[in-house]
């Protein structure tokens, strides 16, 4: 038997519009000033998913329609609220948001 599962969070760069997601699959804002996330950078892979769980009322994440890299639902950008968290998935040009849990 095992023991119970583990996961690691990484805390994206405080102020970084174009955060680095390479190695990880689940992150957290930790902003102390407002920001405006427009893409997710490093190594990515089509099909690759991440999931976001924001610490902060201080991260904006910017639609695609707003000149991002970043697809949303309905097509408006996301200001988030702590403990709100977001799933996103690569296609190969743009972050398409698959979901989202609003606290």
Partial sequence: MTGPLSYTWET??????TPAISGGSRFKTA???PTTITDFDGVVVTGQSIL????????????LSNGSNIRL?????????AYDTMTFEYDDSDWVETGRNLK
């Avoid at 976001?52 to 639609?63: E, N, R, S, W, Y």
């Avoid at 639902?73 to 609220?81: K, P, Q, T």
Wanted: no cysteine; hydrophobic share 45%.
């Fill in 12 to 17: 994206l760069v405080d102020g970084d519009v």
């Fill in 52 to 63: 976001v769980l924001f610490t902060d009322a201080l991260t904006k994440i910017q639609d």
């Fill in 31 to 33: 902003n102390t000033a």
């Fill in 73 to 81: 639902e309905g097509g408006i950008d996301f200001d988030s609220a």
